[in-house]
């Protein structure tokens, strides 16, 4: 192991861990902190330990009863106090500039984050500390096994790295360091409250992988509760829903492992995106190549989630609310596609945001390149033009598309559908051209207009047509078409189409509204694009010119001898 | 001859279609304490950061002590020193705190670490506000622990950006003693200021940056010389009709730049000893009653005010 490597993980020798751990534990500052911890921690396990003991449960019982909410409060503390503390403190970093002297040292990006990331929570890595005495008493009276202690733990803390991961690289872009740590501690939230009670009923159950939940379903519920309340809470808790095995593709992995590999690329995106940060605060948070390997490895990890259902019609979690595969049948083959859809959308549109160069960024590009002999930055650099990164993306999440619906034609849930299959086509069209779309928006306008873009062109039309449906009291033609100016709109459509399709009479009249809309959508986002299109081929005229006029004024940017010191030019 | 302690090559640096710096060249050699002076915008501070390698330049080619600037980063930050204008000190930290993180940062451990913390506070004169929190130092204090935390690694180049703003006369001069103390020992300093006077009196070398281009440059005499054998700036002294005065001297196509203040008028002259004589005799035959007529002494100011104006014509 190199010296420079040792030193990175010589946590007690790291400069940046060492002032916080200075200043944060001072212990005229700390006292309140640590006294809120030990008489709360006390209080909850005296209270509930004695209340079970009351109840005529032994005390082993009692004492793994405590498990659970003793990893609450230290959830809540390490988890929910600590990354708005992380995001908090490296905000008021970057606002003092005092992050730019750490930045002037010799000291390595990845020794410096190492300090930070345990350095600002430092704080309440001490209150977590505080609380092992009650864990101690959890382990030895409640008999738990070393084996389960440290499964628990391990994803545990991982988990937490992941969270102030998240916060350092937030904090590396964000300004205010109130509404870092506001927005530190609603990630939290979201993710192991938001994200299990709702959004994973949408299928999309990997994500619950990003909290600590299914581990702690496996290991520290069958310590807890036994027999049927075991099997209904498994079943039915949405906390702990995800506590057997994970199918992935063919494998099925234990949630310990999954949660590991999941928040460990996690984990190693985000200490991406804060060591580009660092080495440069003009650097994009992702570099091109990273953001198109991050964008596949999402896609395989949804695709692997969902290929169970799709190949072995096999049911391992609730998806929109049903466990049963047969009634879920004429669901899977519109369901699923929409959701990958929109799901792989915010994805792209999210990397677009990070990735796609500002006009600044591009036209030093061009400066650069003209000034070296190219014609125009390297593709894959930072200031590139973003529309051949753009045009790979939407190829890759088309790809990603294309082989979950072979998967789904090749498993026989389209057979329903036979002799109406050409309504198929219309949602990767809307989608790949929806993913180009907001693409080419961000490239040409920059991410502030885009985001009246989006509000102007991909929600206000949307609100409009349902207050136009609400006050004609039907969906009619005039709405959809309103609302189909909206590429959202669009792609919800032109998924949706094949219902109408699969139940014929009923919906006649619905689907020649809904497909008039689809069709409606296509001639807009087309005009949209070929809009944009024209307008950043004139200002991709116009900024080489400028470049040109530039360097041929300064006479070609000829190297200049210099005379040291003495020289009057 | 010595490596240069800072070359600069061909730097540009521009912020969407503004260019702040334009093709700035520029080297310094160990010992010499060089002025960047400029009015507010003339790219003083994006060069200073592009230097601190906080900025990424458009293009060019910087070395520090013959390090690659943008190859080799970390051997730069190694003898490089940076103090930004507004230096904050973290609030939470005492002041030997403070200076001991930066210390650390630099590798340096032990009682090695304690003794130079202790003397580049001696040296800026804060050894009795060693236990002090950051939070309670006034702007000037500030600005004194981070030149001393500035110092702690004995850079090679230091980049001071308005180092002395906020600073007491007092604290200033002993600035002063410090930076040329510092390069009498081989070490180079980057000053950028908007106070002249303190250019001036410390600086070895000056630039004059306006609208990203660095006009002039090279040592204080050289360059003060060089402008006012160019445009010599000439006051007069009038009893009366200053305004009749001014208004002749702006019909000869030689004087240009005319300042009328009260009773005294200064103005830009292009002409040898000859012509300026020639239009002495003129003034008094225009009835101009004059008590002086001698050229003004150039001084940094006036540098800076001709060649801006000279750069607007």
């Not at chain 1, 460990?264 to 060591?275: H, K, R, S």
């Not at chain 1, 091109?288 to 391992?316: C, D, E, Q």
């Not at chain 1, 299109?533 to 080489?544: E, L, S, T």
Request: glycine share 8%; hydrophobic share 50%; with cysteine.
């Amino acid at each position: 192991m190199s010296a420079e490597l040792l030193a990175t993980f010589q946590i007690w020798r790291n400069p940046a861990f060492l002032r916080f751990w200075r200043s944060r534990l001072r212990l005229r500052k700390a006292i309140f902190w640590y006294l809120l911890t030990l008489i709360i921690t006390t209080f909850v396990v005296s209270i509930i330990y004695i209340g079970r003991t009351n109840a005529f449960t032994p005390p082993q019982n009692a004492a793994r009863g405590l498990w659970i909410p003793l990893l609450i409060i230290q959830g809540l503390i390490l988890m929910v106090k600590g990354t708005g503390s992380v995001s908090a403190g490296l905000i008021q970093d970057k606002i003092d500039e005092t992050l730019d002297y750490q930045r002037l040292t010799p000291v390595t990006p990845i020794r410096n984050l190492v300090g930070y990331l345990f350095g600002l929570p430092v704080l309440e890595y001490v209150m977590f500390a505080l609380t092992l005495p009650h864990l101690i008493f959890i382990v030895v009276v409640g008999r738990i096994p070393l084996g389960t202690l440290l499964s628990v733990y391990l994803a545990f803390f991982v988990c937490a790295i992941l969270y102030h991961t998240t916060a350092i690289a937030a904090g590396m872009v964000m300004r205010r360091w109130f509404l870092g740590y506001i927005v530190g501690i609603l990630l939290v939230l979201f993710v192991n409250v938001v994200l299990p009670l709702f959004i994973s009923q949408l299928g999309l159950k990997f994500f619950q992988y990003l909290s600590v939940w299914p581990v702690i379903g496996d290991n520290v519920l069958p310590l807890t509760v036994s027999g049927a309340a075991l099997a209904f809470a498994a079943a039915q808790n949405p906390f702990f829903s995800m506590a057997n095995d994970v199918p992935f593709f063919n494998w099925s992995l234990p949630p310990l492992a999954f949660t590991l590999m999941l928040q460990g690329i996690l984990v190693v995106t985000f200490a991406t995106m804060v060591l580009r940060r660092w080495q440069s605060s003009s650097r994009h948070s992702l570099g091109k190549p990273y953001a198109l390997g991050f964008l596949s490895a999402f896609i395989v990890v949804l695709l692997g989630n969902v290929w169970p259902i799709i190949t072995h019609r096999f049911m391992p979690f609730a998806l929109f609310g049903e466990i049963d595969i047969d009634r879920l049948e004429p669901v899977i083959p519109i369901g699923l596609p929409l959701v990958y859809s929109l799901v792989t959308w915010a994805l792209c549109f999210v990397l677009f945001a990070i990735v796609v160069p500002s006009r600044h960024s591009y036209v030093r590009g061009i400066r650069r390149a003209l000034k070296h002999g190219r014609s125009a930055a390297r593709p894959w650099n930072d200031d590139a033009g973003g529309l051949a990164f753009i045009a790979v993306v939407t190829a890759v999440a088309l790809a990603g598309f294309g082989v979950m619906f072979r998967e789904i034609a090749a498993s026989g849930f389209l057979d329903r559908f036979e002799g109406y299959a050409y309504g198929f086509w219309r949602l990767p069209l809307a989608f790949g051209l929806a993913i180009f779309y907001s693409g080419l928006v961000l490239q040409v306008l920059e991410l502030k207009p885009t985001v009246l873009v989006i509000l102007l062109v991909w929600f206000l039309p949307i609100l409009v047509g349902i207050v136009v449906s609400a006050s004609a009291q039907d969906v009619g033609y005039v709405q959809t078409v309103i609302a189909s100016i909206s590429p959202l709109a669009l792609v919800v459509m032109s998924g949706i189409l094949p219902t109408a399709i699969v139940m014929p009479g009923q919906l006649d009249e619905e689907l020649s509204v809904v497909l008039t809309g689809a069709n409606s959508g296509l001639v807009f986002i087309v005009l949209q694009i070929a809009f944009l299109w024209v307008r950043w081929q004139k200002q991709k005229i116009a900024d080489y010119a400028a470049c040109r006029s530039i360097g041929a004024a300064s006479g070609g940017n000829v190297l200049v001898p210099q005379t040291p010191g003495t020289d009057v030019s | 001859m010595s490596t240069p302690a800072l070359t600069i090559r061909n730097l540009r640096v521009d912020y969407g279609r503004f260019t702040a710096v334009h093709d700035l060249s520029l080297t310094l050699m160990p010992g010499e304490i060089f002025g960047l002076v400029g009015p507010n915008g003339a790219g003083k501070t994006s060069t200073i950061r592009v230097l601190a390698t906080l900025l990424e330049p458009t293009y060019g080619e910087v070395s520090v002590a013959g390090y690659d600037l943008f190859e080799v980063p970390d051997e730069v930050h190694r003898v490089l020193g940076y103090m930004p204008d507004l230096a904050p000190v973290i609030s939470d930290l005492k002041v030997w705190e403070f200076l001991d993180l930066y210390a650390s940062s630099h590798g340096l451990a032990g009682s090695a670490k304690r003794e130079r913390v202790d003397a580049c506070l001696e040296k800026v004169g804060l050894s009795d506000k060693r236990n002090v929190y950051g939070r309670a130092l006034s702007r000037g204090m500030m600005q004194r622990v981070v030149l001393a935390k500035t110092l702690l690694h004995t850079p090679r180049l230091l980049l001071l950006d308005e180092p002395a703003s906020g600073m007491d006369p007092i604290a200033r001069r002993e600035m002063r003693l410090i930076l040329r103390a510092l390069a009498a020992g081989g070490a180079t300093i980057v000053i950028s200021s908007h106070i002249l006077s303190e250019v001036g009196d410390t600086c070895t070398s000056v630039g004059f940056m306006h609208d990203g281009k660095l006009l002039r440059h090279g040592p204080i005499e050289t360059v003060l010389s060089s402008i006012s054998a160019e445009t010599a700036r000439i006051r007069i002294d009038l009893l009366e009709r200053v305004e009749a005065a001014a208004e002749f001297l702006r019909t000869r196509a030689a004087v240009d730049a005319i300042q009328v203040e009260g009773t005294k008028i200064v103005f830009g002259f292009r002409g040898n000893e000859q012509a300026r004589s020639e239009l002495l005799r003129d003034l008094v035959a225009h009835g101009v009653a004059l008590t002086t007529f001698a050229p003004e002494q150039f001084g940094i100011e006036s540098v800076l005010m001709s060649l801006i104006e000279e750069g607007g014509r």
